[in-house]
Nanobody, 125 residues
Framework: QMHLVESGGGSVQAGGSLRLSCAAS????????MGWFRQTPGKEREGVAV???????EYTDSVKGRFTVSLDNAKNTLYLQMTEVEPEDVARYYC???????????????????WGQGTQVTVSS
C-alpha cells in the first residue's frame, strides 16, 4: 500500500509562490501516473496538474503558466511549484498516484489508486 505524504502547504500572499511536495517510501514514483488535485468545502475535487511516467504533463486551465508539476527522481518526490498565487487557489491540495497504463496524463480520479491526506493552501490579500 503506497503511503503518500504531502508537505509545503501554508499561507501565502496573493501574487506569491509556494512549493508543495509529495513523497512516498518504497515506491518509485516515476513509474506511476502522478497528480495534484485540490478541493474546497462543498465542491468536487478537481485536477490541478498531472505528470505521467514519460514526463507528459497536463494542467487545468486556471493554473496554466503559473503552476509547474515536476518529479525529482533522485529524491523520489513530486512537486507542485505554485507562482502568482491567487485567492481562487485556496484549497486543500492532494497528491495522488496511479498505475500508468500508457494512456497519457489524465485528471480522471478513477485512474488514481493512492491518495495523500492533503495539505492546506491559504492565500492572503
Amino acid at each position: 500500500q503506497m503511503h503518500l505524504v504531502e508537505s509545503g502547504g501554508g499561507s501565502v500572499q496573493a501574487g506569491g509562490s509556494l512549493r508543495l511536495s509529495c513523497a512516498a517510501s518504497g515506491y518509485i514514483l516515476s513509474s506511476y501516473l502522478m497528480g495534484w488535485f485540490r478541493q474546497t468545502p462543498g465542491k468536487e475535487r478537481e485536477g490541478v496538474a498531472v505528470i505521467d511516467s514519460v514526463g507528459s504533463t497536463e494542467y487545468t486551465d486556471s493554473v496554466k503558466g503559473r503552476f509547474t508539476v515536476s518529479l525529482d527522481n533522485a529524491k523520489n518526490t513530486l512537486y507542485l511549484q505554485m507562482t502568482e498565487v491567487e485567492p481562487e487557489d485556496v484549497a486543500r491540495y492532494y497528491c495522488a498516484a496511479g498505475l500508468d497504463s500508457g494512456l497519457g496524463p489524465s485528471f480522471a480520479t478513477w485512474r488514481y489508486n493512492y491518495w495523500g491526506q492533503g495539505t492546506q493552501v491559504t492565500v492572503s490579500s
